[in-house]
C-alpha cells in the first residue's frame, strides 16, 4: 500500500515535469493527455485509499530523511487516515474536473502546455500537504501550493494586473508563512519534535507550560503555538486582516480560481487547524480568536460581495466569506463539521466558478454581470448547474452546503467558546446576507432583460463539452454530498479518530432526516429564503431598487465598493512605507554616512596625508604587495629581537 | 616517486594551470586558453571529489593532512588540513569555477588567457585559505587571494571600475592587518608556533580576548561584509565582470564566515560568548535594514548584492546563538548561498551581455522573447527568497529553528526576509522578467543559447538537489560543528 500513497502525487509531479519540460515537443493533445492522465489514476488511487481507510486502514511512516541536524531526524513523510483520505479524494476530484475544463477554456491560449504543467504542479503539492505526517512538509506543502498559486495568478504575465496580483498574493501570504515558520519552530523548542505522532501525544503533558512575554506577561505555550500556526491559516485561507489577496487573485484564470482559490489550497488553513486539533483544543484562547476572526470574516466579506459586479469577485466574496463560516466552525471546535463543508464547499464553489468560467468564455472575456443578463435561455447547462451551486451554497435542502452550514450553525450555538454568542449572530445573519448576493448573482447573469453586447447577442451561445460535462460531474457531488455525509460526520465515524470528535455539542446523533425536518422551523432557512426573496424584489421585479438604495445609504455603499478601505491602508502603509523607509536608509545610512562621510572622508584625509609620501606611491599593486611582505617581516623580526 | 598529497594537488594544480594558461599568450591563442582553462578547472574540480568519497564524517579531526616545516626560523609551517566545515566549501569553490570559465566562454573577448588565469590562480588561493592551518599561511592565501580580483574588477570591470578595485582592496586589506598583529601575539601566547590549532588551546585572559576578537573581526566583518563596514561590496559588485561577482559573491564573501568559525569562535571562545549580543544585534540590523535597502536598488547587481549582505546575516546569526540548528543552518547557507547568488549574477550577466545594461527599468516583458532564461532566473530568484524545495529554505529554515531555541524574538526578526526577501526579489523578477514588452532593446533579445543553458542547468540542478535533500551536506558537518561547539563552550579564562 504504501506504493500506491507514493505514487498518488508522483504521478502527478511526473506529468507536471515531463509537460513543463518537454511541453513543445509533446503538443497539446499530448500535454493534456497525459496530466489529465495522471490526475485520473491519482484520483481512482485515492478513492480506493479512502475505501481502505473507511475499512480501518492507517497509515504513519516516513519516505526518507530530509535532513538530520542536532540529532532531529525531519523527513518526509506520510500519514494517511480519513481526514487525508476526504481531502486526497476532494483534491483529486476537484482537480481532474478542472483538468477536463481547462482544454476548453484554455482552448486558445499559447500557454497551454505551461498550464496543465502548473495545474498538475499544483496537485502535486496539495496532496503533499495533506498527507505530510509532519511539520516540515505540512510547510513544504504550504509553501508550494502558494508558488502555485503565485505562478498561475500571474499566468498571464504581461497583464500588469495579473503580475501586481501575483506579488500582493504571494506577499500578504508570507506574511501568514512567517508566523506558520514561527509555529514550527516554537513546536520544535517546546516539543523537540516535527512529528505529528509525537507532538499530538505529548501536547497535554506541555499544557501548562508557559513563558514570559513583554512586560512579564505569562503566555502558555501552547497557545503561543496555536496563534502563530492560525496566523499562518489567516494567511492561507484569506482571513481578515490578511485576506486582502484572494479576490486580487481572480486575476488568473478561471480554472485556477475554480481550483486553488476556491476548493483547495485556499482551505489548507482549515485543514490544518483541523490537523492540529490536538493543539487547539488544549487552548482555548486560541479557540476563540479562531472562533472571532472567522465570524468577522464571514460578515464583512459577505457585505462586500453584495456590492460588486465582477462575475468572478462576487464568488471570490462569497469564497471568503465561506471560509469565515468554516474557520468559526473550528474555533468552536467542530473540526469535522469544518471539514464536512470544506468538502460540500470545494464542490459546489468549484462548480460556481467554472460555471461562472463558462459564461466568461461565452462571452469573450466579459466578466460585468451589467453587461449580461437573460442567458438560462442560451446556456441552460451552465444555467441550471450554476442554479444547483447556489442552491447549495445558499443552504436550501437537500443540497450539500444546507447541511453542513447548519451543522455549523449548531455547533456554534452550543458552543461555550468565548465569542460563541457573537458568532452565533453573524453565522445565521450571514445565511441573509448569502443567499441575497448569491440569487443577485444568477438574477442579474441568467434572468431579466438581455443587456448583453452587440457582439455577444449574436455569438453567446452554451459551452462545449469538455466545459458543461465537469459542471454536470460536479453538479452531482452538489446535490448529494450533504445528505450522505452528514450522518457519519456527525456520528463521528467519517473522520474517527483523525480529528478531536464533537463531543458535548449535542449534535452527534443527528442524521440527514432530522436535519432536514429540523430545517422548516429553524431560522436559518427562513433567512436564506427571505434573501432570495428580497433579491427578487430587488434585481428582477423592481430593477431600480437596488441603485435608490444604495444611494440612500451612501456611506455604507462607498465603505462596501472601497472594500472597507484596507486595501488602501496596505498599499500605502506597506508597499509605499516600505519603499521609502529603504530609500532613506539607503541614501542617509549606507551612502551619506557610511560612504561619503566614513569611506571617502578617511580616503581624503588619507589623501591628503599621503601627499607628503607621495615619492613612494608608484601605483603599481605589486610594489605595494611587496612593501607589505618586507613590513611583514620587519614586524616579526622586532618582535622575535625583542 | 614524488609523492603529492591531496589538498596540495587541489591547490597548486590550478595554480600551475593558471600560468600555463598565462603563458599561451596573446589574443590568437585564446581559444587553446580557454580549452586549457576548462580542462584544468575540470580536472581541479574532479580531482576534489576525492575529498568528499574519502572524507570520513566520524571524526571530528583534521583530515588530509599535510604538515612540513617551512619557514624554520619562525617556526612557520606548511600545515594543510580539512574538516567538514572547510570541505564542502573547497568542492563550492571547485565546482563554481568550472561555471565561471564556462560562462566567461565568448563573452571575454579581450586578454582571455590573462582573465581565465586570473580565475583558476584565484582558485587555488582560495581554496589554501580553507586548508591553511598554519595562520601566516592562512594569512598570505587570504591577502594572496585579494590580488587576481583586484586586476579581475580593474581590468575587466565597467565603467568605474577603478574606483571600486581600490575600494576593494583597502577595505579589505586594512581589516586583515589587525588579524596579522592578533596572529603575531598568539604565536608568543602559544609558545612560538604559529598553529591555528595551536591557538586554539591556548588559554587567554579576558581582556585579550576580547581585543582579539576585535581584531580578527575587522578582518572578518568586512569580508562577509557585516554593517557597517559592507559598502565596498556593492560598487565592487556593480563594476566587476560576471565572472567576478560571482566568485566574489558566492566564496569570497564566505572566507570571512569561515575566518569566524576557524579562528574567533575556538581561539576566543570567551569574548565571542561575551560579544555574541553585538555580533547577533549586527546580524539582525543586516537582515532587516539591508532588505528595506535591497527593495529601493534599481540596478540589478546592486541589488543582487545587497541582497547578499542580508543573507550573509543569517550565516553570523546562525554562528552566535552558539546551537547546532543554527551553526548547521549558517554553513549551509553559505554553501546555498554560494549557487544562488552566483547563479543570479550569471542570470544579470546573461540580459547584461545581450543589452549592456544593469538597470531593471531598462527591462520588462523579457519572458516573452527569453522564455527558457525566465525559467531559471524565476526559479533562482525563488530559491534566494527561501522557497522550500530549494537550497535557500535549507539554511534559514535550521538558523530559524536555532535563534528561536535562542530568543524568539530573534526568530522574529529574521523571520522577517520571509516577506521581505520575496518582496524585493520577486519584485525585480515581476519587473524584469514579467510584463508586456515596451521597449525594442527587449523586443530583440534572443534566448539563452545551449553554453548558457548548459550552466545555468548545472547551477540549478544543485540548488534543487540541496533543497530537496540536504541530508548528504549536513551529514559531512555534523562531527566537526559538534566539536566546534563544544569546545566554545568551555572557557578558556
Redesign the interface.
Known amino acids: 500500500m504504501e506504493t500506491v500513497y507514493l505514487l498518488i502525487p508522483l504521478v502527478c509531479l511526473a506529468a507536471a515535469v515531463l509537460v513543463g519540460l518537454a511541453g513543445q515537443w509533446l503538443g497539446r493533445r499530448a500535454a493534456h493527455s497525459i496530466t489529465i492522465g495522471a490526475v485520473a489514476m491519482a484520483f481512482v488511487l485515492s478513492v480506493v485509499v479512502a475505501v481502505e481507510v473507511a475499512g480501518g486502514q492507517r497509515f504513519d511512516g516516513s519516505v526518507y530523511i530530509w535532513a538530520v541536524s542536532d540529532g532531529i531526524q525531519f523527513e518526509i513523510g506520510f500519514l494517511i487516515d480519513q481526514l487525508s483520505a476526504v481531502m486526497m479524494v476532494v483534491v483529486t476530484f476537484v482537480s481532474l474536473m478542472v483538468h477536463v475544463y481547462t482544454i476548453g477554456y484554455m482552448h486558445d491560449d499559447p500557454g497551454y502546455t505551461r498550464f496543465f504543467s502548473y495545474i498538475s504542479l499544483f496537485t502535486f503539492a496539495m496532496l503533499m500537504l495533506v498527507m505530510s505526517n509532519n511539520f516540515l512538509q505540512l510547510f513544504f506543502g504550504w509553501e508550494a501550493v502558494g508558488l502555485l498559486s503565485y505562478l498561475l495568478i500571474g499566468f498571464w504575465f504581461e497583464r500588469e494586473s495579473a503580475n501586481f496580483a501575483s506579488l500582493k498574493a504571494f506577499l500578504v501570504n508570507r506574511v501568514g508563512d512567517l508566523g506558520f515558520l514561527l509555529g514550527i519552530a516554537a513546536i520544535l523548542y517546546v516539543f523537540g519534535s516535527l512529528d505529528y505522532a509525537a507532538v499530538f501525544a505529548s501536547a497535554p503533558q506541555h499544557a501548562t507550560e508557559t513563558m514570559t512575554g513583554i512586560l512579564g506577561s505569562q503566555w502558555r505555550w501552547l497557545t503561543i503555538i496555536c496563534l502563530l500556526l492560525f496566523v499562518g491559516a489567516m494567511g492561507k485561507s484569506a482571513q481578515v486582516p490578511l485576506h486582502v489577496w484572494l479576490p486580487d487573485s481572480m486575476e488568473g484564470p478561471t480554472p485556477i480560481s475554480a481550483l486553488i482559490h476556491a476548493a483547495t489550497m485556499v482551505t489548507a488553513g482549515i485543514f490544518m487547524v483541523a490537523r492540529m486539533s490536538p493543539l487547539f483544543e488544549l487552548s482555548q484562547t486560541a479557540l476563540s480568536v479562531v472562533l472571532i476572526i472567522g465570524a468577522v470574516t464571514t460578515i464583512s466579506m459577505a457585505l462586500i460581495a453584495l456590492v460588486q459586479n465582477d462575475i468572478k469577485r462576487v464568488v471570490a466574496y462569497s469564497t471568503l466569506s465561506q471560509l469565515g463560516y468554516m474557520t468559526v466552525a473550528l474555533g468552536a471546535s467542530a473540526y469535522s463539521i469544518a471539514i464536512f463543508h470544506l468538502a460540500t464547499h470545494a464542490f459546489f464553489k468549484a462548480l460556481l466558478f467554472l460555471a461562472a468560467g463558462s459564461v466568461i468564455i461565452a462571452l469573450h472575456h466579459e466578466q460585468d454581470m451589467r453587461r449580461m443578463g437573460a442567458l438560462w435561455k442560451r446556456m441552460p447547462v451552465t444555467y441550471l448547474t450554476a442554479l444547483i451551486g447556489t442552491l447549495a451554497l445558499v443552504g436550501i435542502p437537500p443540497f450539500a452546503g444546507f447541511f453542513s452550514k447548519d451543522a455549523i450553525i449548531e455547533a456554534v450555538a452550543l458552543s461555550h467558546t468565548p465569542g460563541a454568542k457573537f458568532a452565533y449572530v453573524v453565522v445565521v445573519a450571514g445565511v441573509f446576507v448569502t443567499a441575497l448576493y448569491s440569487f443577485r448573482l444568477i438574477f442579474m447573469v441568467f434572468h431579466g432583460p438581455s443587456r448583453l453586447s452587440e457582439d455577444n447577442r449574436k455569438h453567446a451561445r452554451e459551452s462545449p463539452w469538455v466545459v458543461t460535462v465537469p459542471l454536470i460531474l460536479l453538479a452531482i457531488p452538489s446535490v448529494l454530498a450533504g445528505l450522505v455525509l452528514v450522518g457519519p460526520t456527525l456520528s463521528g465515524h467519517l473522520f474517527g479518530e483523525s480529528v478531536m470528535p464533537i463531543d458535548g455539542h449535542g449534535i452527534n446523533g443527528y442524521g440527514a432526516t432530522d436535519m432536514l425536518v429540523h430545517a422548516w422551523v429553524s431560522l436559518p432557512l427562513w433567512l436564506a429564503i427571505a434573501g432570495i426573496a428580497v433579491a427578487w424584489i430587488l434585481y428582477l421585479r423592481s430593477p431600480h431598487a437596488a441603485s435608490r438604495i444604495a444611494n440612500r445609504f451612501r456611506l455604507l455603499h462607498e465603505i462596501l465598493i472601497r472594500k472597507y478601505g484596507v486595501d488602501e491602508l496596505y498599499e500605502r502603509v506597506f508597499a509605499d512605507g516600505g519603499q521609502a523607509l529603504g530609500r532613506t536608509l539607503w541614501k542617509f545610512g549606507d551612502r551619506l554616512i557610511i560612504d561619503d562621510t566614513l569611506v571617502n572622508g578617511t580616503a581624503k584625509l588619507v589623501g591628503r596625508l599621503s601627499g607628503v609620501v607621495r615619492s613612494l606611491q608608484t601605483g603599481y599593486v605589486y610594489h605595494y604587495a611587496f612593501a607589505m611582505i618586507i613590513g611583514l617581516v620587519a614586524l616579526m623580526s622586532w618582535f622575535l629581537w625583542t | 616517486m614524488l609523492q603529492i598529497e591531496l589538498l596540495s594537488l587541489v591547490i597548486w594544480f590550478p595554480i600551475v594551470g593558471g600560468i600555463l594558461v598565462l603563458a599561451t599568450g596573446g589574443e590568437q591563442n585564446a581559444p587553446v586558453a580557454r580549452k586549457l582553462a576548462l580542462g584544468f578547472s575540470v580536472a581541479t574540480f574532479v580531482l576534489s571529489l576525492s575529498l568528499y568519497t574519502g572524507f570520513d564524517n566520524t571524526t571530528a579531526a583534521m583530515q588530509f593532512v599535510e604538515r612540513k616545516a617551512w619557514i624554520d626560523l619562525?617556526h612557520i609551517e606548511y600545515y594543510l588540513g580539512v574538516d567538514g566545515i572547510s570541505m564542502p566549501l573547497i568542492l563550492l569553490t571547485t565546482f563554481l569555477t568550472v561555471v565561471v570559465v564556462i560562462a566567461g566562454w565568448e563573452v571575454i573577448q579581450q586578454r582571455t588567457a590573462q582573465y581565465m588565469a586570473a580565475f583558476l590562480i584565484m582558485e587555488g588561493l582560495m581554496i589554501g585559505v580553507f586548508c591553511a592551518l598554519d595562520a601566516i599561511l592562512f594569512y598570505l592565501f587570504w591577502?594572496a587571494m585579494l590580488?587576481p580580483m583586484?586586476?579581475i574588477i580593474g581590468i575587466w570591470g565597467g565603467t568605474n571600475r577603478v574606483y571600486a578595485a581600490i575600494?576593494f582592496?583597502?577595505?579589505t586589506l586594512l581589516g586583515s592587518l589587525l588579524m596579522?598583529v592578533g596572529f603575531?601575539y598568539l604565536?608568543?601566547a602559544a609558545g612560538s608556533t604559529f598553529s591555528i590549532l595551536e591557538f586554539h588551546q591556548v588559554a587567554l585572559g579576558r581582556n585579550t580576548q576580547i581585543l582579539l576578537f576585535l581584531a580578527f573581526l575587522s578582518a572578518f566583518a568586512v569580508k562577509v561584509p557585516m554593517i557597517?563596514v559592507h559598502?565596498?561590496l556593492p560598487d565592487a559588485h556593480v563594476e566587476a565582470p560576471t565572472g567576478g561577482s560571482v566568485i566574489l559573491a558566492a566564496i569570497m564573501l564566505k572566507m570571512g564566515a569561515y575566518g569566524f568559525l576557524r579562528i574567533s569562535l575556538p581561539v576566543v571562545p570567551d569574548a565571542s560568548h561575551e560579544l555574541a549580543g553585538l555580533m547577533i544585534a549586527l546580524s539582525l540590523v543586516a537582515v532587516v535594514?539591508i532588505a528595506?535597502?535591497?527593495?529601493?536598488?534599481r540596478d540589478m547587481k546592486k541589488l543582487i548584492a545587497y541582497s547578499s549582505i542580508s543573507h550573509m546575516g543569517f550565516v553570523t546569526l546562525g554562528f552566535f546563538i552558539f546551537?547546532?540548528?543554527g551553526m548547521?543552518?549558517a554553513i549551509t547557507q553559505m554553501v546555498s548561498h554560494g549557487f544562488i547568488s552566483g547563479a543570479l549574477f550569471l542570470c544579470v550577466g546573461v540580459l547584461y551581455d545581450r543589452l549592456h545594461s544593469r538597470e531593471i527599468g531598462d527591462y520588462g516583458?523579457v519572458?516573452?522573447r527569453m522564455p527558457k532564461f525566465a525559467l531559471f532566473m524565476v526559479l533562482f530568484a525563488?530559491a534566494n527568497a527561501g522557497?522550500?524545495?530549494t537550497s535557500g529554505?535549507?539554511g534559514e529554515?535550521?538558523v530559524?529553528?536555532g535563534s528561536?531555541?535562542a530568543n524568539?524574538w530573534y526568530?522574529?526578526a529574521a523571520?522577517?526576509t520571509?516577506?521581505?526577501g520575496?518582496?524585493y526579489t520577486?519584485?525585480m523578477v515581476?519587473r524584469v522578467?514579467?510584463?508586456?514588452?515596451e521597449k525594442k532593446e527587449v523586443a530583440d533579445l534572443r534566448d539563452i543559447e545551449l553554453r548558457e543553458t548548459f550552466f545555468l542547468s548545472l547551477l540549478a540542478l544543485c540548488v534543487l538537489v540541496i533543497g530537496?535533500?540536504?541530508?548528504p551536506l549536513?551529514?559531512v558537518m555534523?562531527v566537526s560543528v559538534e566539536n566546534l561547539l563544544q569546545h566554545t563552550a568551555v572557557s578558556k579564562l
Open positions: 619562525l591577502e590580488v583586484y586586476l575600494k582592496f583597502l577595505y596579522l603575531i604565536y608568543f557597517p559598502t565596498w535594514y528595506f535597502v535591497t527593495l529601493v536598488q546551537n547546532v540548528h548547521e543552518g516583458g519572458a516573452n525563488l522557497l522550500p524545495g529554505f535549507v529554515f535550521l530559524i529553528l528561536f531555541q524568539g526568530a522574529l523571520g522577517t520571509l516577506v521581505l520575496a518582496a520577486l519584485w515581476k522578467v514579467f510584463g508586456a514588452v530537496v535533500w540536504p541530508f549536513l551529514e555534523h
